[in-house]
T-cell receptor, first 111, second 117 residues
Framework: GQNIDQPTEMTATEGAIVQINCTYQTSGFNGLFWYQQHAGEAPTFLSY????GLEEKGRFSSFLSRSKGYSYLLLKELQMKDSASYLCAPVTPQAGTALIFGKGTTLSVSS | DADVTQTPRNRITKTGKRIMLECSQT?????MYWYRQDPGLGLRLIYY???????NKGEISDGYSVSRQAQAKFSLSLESAIPNQTALYFC????????????????FGEGSRLTVL
C-alpha cells in the first residue's frame, strides 16, 4: 500500500514564497507527480520528478529526495490565481500511471 | 472540443437507480481511469484500464463497475446508487509510462457531478 501525507491547508500572501511538502511511503518508487486543481475544475499537471534534486519551471519548482521519501513544491511570487489545491502522487512500479493521490493541500493566497 | 469528454456533466438521481457515466477521448491514449473526488478526501482511483482488454480495480471499486467498449470509450456504472456515492467523478487518460510521447501527464475530463438523493 501507499501512505501519502500533505498538509491540509496553507495560507500565504501575494508575492510571497510558499513550500508545500509531501511525504510518502510506498512499495517501490519510480517518481512523483504534482498536480494543481482549482475548485470545481479538473487537475492539471505541474511536474514529474524522477531524480533527486530540484527542478525549476518558472515560478514553480519541485524537489525530490528518494532516500527520505520526501518532496516539496515551491511556489514563488505568489499570485491570487495560485489559490488552488496541490496534489502529490508517487508512482510505483506496480501501479505505474494509475496514480494514487494524496489528499491535497489547499492553498489560499490573499492580497 | 475537449480531448476527454464526460457525459453527463451533472446528474441528480435517486437511491437504487442505475447510473452510467460515460467518457470518450480523442487523444489516442490506451490508458483510461475513473476517479472520484470528495471534499477533504482528494482524488481516489475507482477503476483503470491499460488497454481494451484490461480492467483493474483501484482503491475504491466496491459499488462500481466499468466497461471499456473501445480504445476511446470507458464507462463507469453504479448498479444501485446510494447517497454516499454523491461526488465529483473524473475520467482521465494517459500515455503508457515510459512509452513514446510519455509526458507524465494524466489528461482529465471536466468532471461529472453526481448527486444521489
Amino acid at each position: 500500500g501507499q501512505n501519502i501525507d500533505q498538509p491540509t491547508e496553507m495560507t500565504a500572501t501575494e508575492g510571497a514564497i510558499v513550500q508545500i511538502n509531501c511525504t510518502y511511503q510506498t512499495s517501490g518508487f519510480n517518481g512523483l507527480f504534482w498536480y494543481q486543481q482549482h475548485a470545481g475544475e479538473a487537475p492539471t499537471f505541474l511536474s514529474y520528478n524522477v531524480l533527486d534534486g530540484l527542478e525549476e519551471k518558472g515560478r514553480f519548482s519541485s524537489f525530490l529526495s528518494r532516500s527520505k521519501g520526501y518532496s516539496y513544491l515551491l511556489l514563488k511570487e505568489l499570485q491570487m490565481k495560485d489559490s488552488a489545491s496541490y496534489l502529490c502522487a508517487p508512482v510505483t512500479p506496480q501501479a505505474g500511471t494509475a496514480l494514487i493521490f494524496g489528499k491535497g493541500t489547499t492553498l489560499s493566497v490573499s492580497s | 472540443d475537449a480531448d476527454v469528454t464526460q457525459t453527463p456533466r451533472n446528474r441528480i438521481t435517486k437511491t437504487g437507480k442505475r447510473i452510467m457515466l460515460e467518457c470518450s477521448q480523442t487523444k489516442g491514449h490506451d490508458r483510461m481511469y475513473w476517479y472520484r473526488q470528495d471534499p477533504g478526501l482528494g482524488l481516489r482511483l475507482i477503476y483503470y484500464s491499460f488497454d481494451v482488454k484490461d480492467i483493474n480495480k483501484g482503491e475504491i471499486s466496491d459499488g462500481y463497475s466499468v466497461s471499456r467498449q473501445a480504445q476511446a470509450k470507458f464507462s463507469l456504472s453504479l448498479e444501485s446508487a446510494i447517497p454516499n456515492q454523491t461526488a465529483l467523478y473524473f475520467c482521465a487518460t494517459s500515455d503508457p509510462e515510459g512509452g513514446i510521447g510519455f509526458t507524465g501527464e494524466l489528461f482529465f475530463g471536466e468532471g461529472s457531478r453526481l448527486t444521489v438523493l
